[in-house]
């Protein structure tokens, strides 16, 4: 489940729902060799009530808070678009919610040694409901971190929330166009059920993800098109429109 992979949050989430094949290749991103610093802290995270996942965090701190649940079953996958020297997988899958992190499998910078720390969580949410999503994670995010704003390639300040007619997004962006980025992307796979992603991460790990808000226009309009095919073909009389109103 967990949607650690270069192919777009949003197309992912539908692949998986409904058995179809990942996104199409051209959505594949280079392999990522380079590796943070982490020499700024960032504001943003992943809210639990236990605490908050930043980047650069230890590997066991995130896991204090991100507990692992009892009858979950341990991940670790790497992405593909990932240098395996350089990262690693580590995670969990429960039923209804899957929490993995990529960390820095170890460099030196500055005389430091940094090893185990995260360059993105992510923390996967399934069948959630518009209710459930306006006041457990949408709301939490905004009243943390403010309203969504994301830095475009000239710098200037744009509104985080790009809406779609099945697949939503919210970004934010610490400190200008190269500040680590918190996304949440809500995907409509039925009628009031939502999967949702919530991830963080360092700002070229979150690109090779697709996880940023140039690569999420793309996938959006390609993920709203897909799930409109998809009922189309299981609805006869094309009955297809997303629940939310106005819609």
Same mark, same amino acid.
């Given at each position: 489940?967990?949607?650690?992979?270069?192919?777009?949050?949003?197309?992912?989430? @539908?692949?998986?729902?409904?058995?179809?094949?990942?996104?199409? #290749?051209?959505?594949?991103?280079? /392999?990522?060799?380079?590796?943070?610093?982490?020499?700024?802290?960032?504001?943003?995270?992943?809210?639990?009530?236990?605490?908050?996942?930043?980047?650069?965090?230890?590997?066991?701190?995130?896991?204090?808070?991100?507990?692992?649940?009892?009858?979950?079953?341990?991940?670790?996958?790497? /992405?593909?678009?990932?240098?395996?020297? #350089?990262?690693?997988?580590?995670?969990?899958? #429960? *039923?209804?919610?899957?929490?993995?992190?990529?960390?820095?499998?170890?460099?030196?910078?500055?005389?430091? @040694?940094?090893?185990?720390?995260?360059?993105?969580?992510?923390?996967?949410?399934?069948?959630?409901?518009?209710?459930?999503?306006?006041?457990? @994670?949408?709301?939490?995010?905004?009243?943390?971190?403010?309203? /969504?704003?994301?830095?475009?390639? *000239?710098?200037?300040?744009?509104?985080?929330?790009?809406?779609?007619?099945?697949?939503?997004?919210?970004?934010?962006?610490?400190?200008?166009?190269?500040?680590?980025?918190?996304?949440?992307?809500?995907?409509?796979? *039925?009628?009031? *059920?939502?999967?949702?992603?919530?991830?963080?991460?360092?700002?070229?790990?979150?690109?090779? !993800?697709?996880?940023?808000?140039?690569?999420?226009?793309?996938?959006?309009?390609?993920?709203?098109? !897909?799930?409109?095919?998809?009922?189309?073909?299981?609805?006869?009389?094309?009955?297809?429109?997303?629940?939310?109103?106005?819609?």
């Amino acid at each position: 489940m967990l949607a650690i992979a270069a192919v777009g949050c949003a197309n992912e989430r @539908v692949a998986s729902q409904d058995g179809n094949p990942a996104a199409p #290749s051209a959505l594949q991103t280079p /392999p990522l060799t380079a590796t943070p610093t982490f020499e700024t802290a960032s504001r943003l995270g992943l809210i639990r009530r236990s605490g908050t996942v930043r980047v650069g965090m230890n590997q066991d701190d995130a896991f204090s808070i991100f507990t692992q649940p009892p009858n979950s079953y341990e991940k670790s996958d790497l /992405p593909a678009s990932f240098d395996a020297s #350089s990262y690693e997988a580590t995670g969990w899958q #429960s *039923k209804g919610e899957g929490f993995g992190m990529i960390l820095c499998k170890g460099k030196v910078f500055k005389g430091e @040694v940094y090893k185990d720390k995260v360059v993105v969580a992510v923390d996967e949410l399934d069948g959630l409901t518009e209710a459930r999503l306006a006041s457990d @994670v949408v709301k939490p995010y905004i009243d943390a971190f403010g309203q /969504p704003q994301y830095f475009d390639d *000239k710098n200037e300040l744009k509104s985080g929330f790009l809406d779609g007619r099945f697949v939503r997004y919210w970004f934010w962006q610490s400190g200008s166009n190269t500040g680590d980025i918190l996304m949440i992307c809500a995907t409509e796979v *039925k009628m009031d *059920k939502l999967n949702v992603t919530i991830a963080v991460g360092w700002d070229s790990a979150m690109a090779t !993800l697709r996880m940023t808000p140039a690569s999420a226009l793309e996938d959006q309009r390609s993920a709203d098109r !897909l799930i409109d095919r998809q009922r189309s073909a299981n609805k006869p009389n094309g009955a297809n429109s997303s629940n939310r109103g106005g819609s």
